[in-house]
């Protein structure tokens, strides 16, 4: 498995925010009623990106979707183990 890089926060100008200023914007915009507009502006992260995460748009990761869940892979993975086993024992 490779390794996960971690970009530096300001190496490039887009997804230029942290996590912690993300939800903390959308903590102030729920909690103490700010506009969107406002916490975005102020914390500097784009209106679009804080609007999505406040909605609940856009919630699935990155790349290919899974069809199976990892407890299911992992099911999966255990009785094929099982199967190999049992043919090797029975050969």
């Known amino acids: 498995m490779g390794r996960k ?3 530096k926060v300001g190496s ?3 997804r ?3 996590e912690e200023k993300l939800e903390e914007a959308l903590t102030k915009v729920t909690d ?3 506009s969107i507009k406002k ?3 102020l914390y500097g992260i784009p209106y679009g990106s804080l609007y999505n995460k ?3 748009l ?3 990761k990155v790349g290919g979707q899974t069809v199976f869940t990892h407890e ?3 099911a999966i993975v255990r009785s094929a183990i099982h199967v190999a086993i049992g043919v090797f024992l029975y050969v």
């Open 39 to 41: 916490a975005a502006k």
């Open 16 to 18: 230029d925010y942290t």
């Open 72 to 74: 299911e892979e992992k």
């Open 54 to 56: 406040y909605k609940g």
């Open 32 to 34: 103490f009623n700010w």
């Open 12 to 14: 490039r100008s887009y």
């Open 5 to 7: 890089y971690k970009r």
């Open 58 to 60: 856009h919630v699935k």
